[in-house]
Structures are given as C-alpha cells and as structure tokens.
C-alpha cells in the first residue's frame, strides 16, 4: 500500500510534486530532471526564429506571409529591453508603410516571443483549425505577419498601419519548467499603438499537454464574433466560450 497520498496525484500533473527525499535533500534523479527542465526551457528563450519554415507551411495553407523584425536588433537587446520589441524596426515600418497590403477585418501576427519553439510546434496547427471559423464569421484575412524580436504589442503597431479592425498576436510564452514549448494569444480590438494590455482578451497554454489546438481555435473564433459584433475586446470582453451550449458554435456576422 503506498502511504504517500500525493504520488498517485503526480499522474494527473507535469507540475514538481511528490518528488521524495534523500536524506535532507531531494533523490539525484530528481535533482538531475531539475537541470533538464531548467536547460530546456533556457534553449526555448534563445533558439532561433526560423520564420522562413513557418512561411512555407502557411503556403501550403494558401496563406501569403510577410516578415518583420522589431526594434530590438538581436536576443541580447531583446531581453534586456523590452519596449524595443514592441514596436517595428525603422525598416520594418517602412516597408509596411510602402506595401500594398492593407487589411479590412483581421490580421494575424506570429511573433517569436520568449519561445520560438512553441511557435514552431503550434502556431500553423492554430491557424489550421482557426481558418474554418474565420470563413464561416465571414472575415477577411490579411496576410499573415511572421515577427521576429517580437513583444505582444507590436501587433498594435503593424495593426495600426495595416489599419486592421483586430489583431490576433500568436506568441510564445515564456517558458516554465514544465512547459517550455506553449504558445498564447491576445486579441486586440482596434489595434494602435497607445492600446493597454486591460484592452486584450489573452488565450494561453495552447499546446498538446495543455489547451488542445482545436479548442483554442474555437475560443479565440468566439472572441472574434464577440469582439467584432461589440466592437470592443479586454476586460469589458468576458469569455463564456466554455459555456456547453456554445460548444464550437459560432454564426456568419452581419455587416
């Protein structure tokens, strides 16, 4: 019979529990998982953006891409400040500014974050399973925006140039040690660039072990039905996309 209650719980949970003890300590191997997770989630902070592989797989999808880079020149100055990844690099800002592109209802950026590696292994299977609901609301979609150095509220300056109704910022996050690879998103009404983070709605944990890619994309469609039929997303936006008679419903938008 086994006389520690909190081992049967560690089957329902990647959090650090029940690990034992050896003398005043915890067991090696205990100690030695520690590290791992603690290395591996230090690789997903610093492991390159390889925006050109995810550009590839939106084609297939038949989606343009265009690429980006905030102000932030490298991962150093990343980490170190923050408000540089927040807004776009003076050549960035130039080339949207001298696209064609424009963009009527919804702009989808994917931004490197702390993760890039969430980003690699959930942002084309989000948008995958997003793409039916967002034909059904009825919403035009921008080309999608690959950003590199990227903080959430660079969405609201390539928004507020691309003068988008909303901005869906797919990001990774930062890495736990039991989750290094999980990917949020915040949803943005009326992008600009003097947006607070009150004004967004956030979905987070999207990863298999976590939210499943199919129920995150009928959230976040929630939240874009809500979010264009009340013009608004934040505080003022509760989710109730968990209510049971909701379950992966949403309706055409009358415009």
């Not at 390889?50 to 100055?77: F, W, Y």
């Not at 609901?133 to 035009?140: D, P, S, V």
């Not at 608004?232 to 055409?252: C, F, I, R, Y």
């Amino acid at each position: 019979m086994n006389s520690d209650a909190w081992t049967l719980l560690r089957e329902y949970t990647d959090a650090r529990i029940a690990l034992g003890r050896s003398g005043a300590s915890l067991p090696t191997k205990e100690v030695l998982n520690f590290g791992l997770a603690h290395a591996q989630a230090r690789d997903a902070v610093h492991q390159p953006f390889h925006s050109d592989v995810l550009s590839n797989a939106l084609s297939e999808l038949g989606l343009p891409t265009l690429t980006v880079k905030s102000a932030a020149q490298d991962r150093h100055i990343y980490l170190n400040r923050p408000d540089l990844g927040r807004i776009l690099s003076d050549e960035s800002r130039e080339m949207l500014n001298t696209t064609q592109t424009r963009c009527d209802d919804l702009l989808i950026v994917i931004g490197d974050g702390l993760s890039s590696h969430a980003v690699h292994r959930q942002a084309v299977a989000l948008v995958r399973e997003l793409l039916p609901y967002i034909n059904t609301l009825g919403l035009t979609l921008a080309p999608i925006v690959l950003a590199h150095q990227s903080r959430v509220a660079l969405g609201d300056d390539i928004g507020e140039i691309l003068n988008c109704k909303a901005v869906a910022m797919l990001i990774g996050e930062r890495p736990g040690l039991s989750s290094p690879d999980s990917l949020g998103v915040y949803l943005t009404w009326k992008p600009e660039r003097k947006r607070l983070e009150s004004e967004r709605n956030c979905i987070s944990n999207i990863r298999p072990e976590g939210l499943s890619h199919t129920a995150a994309a009928f959230k976040l469609a929630w939240l874009l039905e809500q979010a264009f039929s009340r013009r608004l997303t934040g505080v003022k936006l509760k989710d109730e996309s968990d209510n049971p008679a909701l379950h992966q419903t949403v309706k055409p938008l009358l415009k």
